[in-house]
């Protein structure tokens, strides 16, 4: 039986950078959709195992309306301004390659903005669900009708959630800058700017199964602050302007300074939106640099073969 490719209203979106033995899982859930009213989009950020050959033999097995794009490898955020630069429905959501969804998230995603979304909000936030079935973090309030993403974890809020945005509102915000030799910029550089303007409506659902990768970007931390530090610097002088709390900026700016002690970048206070707390953060940002060196150096040794 062919899927008749009519416009639908939400699209998933998957980057994917050499998961080909994570991604089938993705698939098989998008399969067992409850709701038929979506179509999933691949970018394939560089991937040198046989992702392509996967995706290619699904398109043919014609299930479900698939997309595929190839690229040079350039990081999640990268995948990410590829994926908005080519969808056309009215909402999307990314769901990694190394997670899936609940039988019946398209359903719920769907039925819920036909019944509550507007152009007053930016879409809905949900919650992320751990493979092994606990939810991640905390749960909304159960008062709690709409949000931004920023004033949830402002309010004690925690543990990753799933956004699904409207295309409309996040294609109007700047694409996220690509550094050369780097492969991170924090995906919250949109979403702080949304925030800015939009709310979200809660859904307290969760609406995806996350199984975080010793390889992930949620991992190594440390490596990911030395690999990709004007990225980093980047982000913190995005959220140095958007938080409103004085002990999350002098945070920001620690890490901003650490970053910039990384990249080398002497102009680093003259760069800096804040930059009198810029100043006074240098001692700590400096102890934070040599912290992430450390860490950097001692997992090299360790990973040296004996």
Avoid at 184 to 201: E, F, Q, R, S
Avoid at 237 to 262: A, G, L
């Amino acid at each position: 039986m062919k899927v008749v490719m009519e416009k639908k209203t939400l699209t998933v979106f998957t980057p994917a950078y050499n998961r080909a033995h994570t991604i089938s899982r993705t698939y098989e859930s998008l399969c067992r959709q409850t709701s038929k009213d979506f179509c999933w989009l691949v970018i394939d950020d560089g991937s040198v195992d046989n992702t392509r050959e996967l995706v290619e033999e699904w398109i043919r097995d014609n299930k479900i309306p698939i997309r595929y794009i190839y690229q040079r490898n350039q990081g999640m955020h990268g995948a990410h301004n590829t994926a908005y630069r080519n969808i056309d429905t009215e909402l999307n959501t990314c769901i990694d390659s190394d997670d899936y969804m609940p039988d019946d998230a398209v359903e719920k995603i769907v039925t819920f903005w036909k019944k509550y979304g507007s152009d007053e909000y930016a879409g809905i936030i949900g919650l992320d669900k751990a493979d092994k079935g606990e939810i991640i973090g905390t749960k909304f309030p159960i008062n709690m009708k709409i949000t931004t993403l920023s004033g949830f974890y402002q309010g004690g809020g925690k543990g990753d959630k799933k956004l699904v945005y409207r295309t409309e509102v996040i294609k109007r915000y700047p694409e996220y800058p690509l550094f050369e030799g780097e492969k991170y910029v924090g995906l919250a550089y949109k979403y702080m700017l949304i925030d800015l303007d939009y709310k979200l409506l809660v859904i307290n659902e969760p609406l995806v199964i996350v199984d975080y990768q010793s390889d992930g970007s949620s991992v190594n931390m440390y490596q990911q602050y030395w690999n990709n530090p004007r990225g980093f610097a980047f982000f913190r002088k995005t959220e140095m302007k958007v938080t409103r709390s004085w002990k999350r900026q002098f945070i920001v700016c620690v890490h901003y300074v650490s970053s910039s002690f990384i990249s080398e970048n002497k102009h680093f206070i003259q760069e800096s939106p804040k930059r009198c707390m810029t100043v006074f953060a240098i001692p700590w940002g400096w102890l934070l640099f040599r912290l992430i060196k450390r860490n950097v150096l001692r997992n090299k040794k360790l990973q040296k073969p004996t």
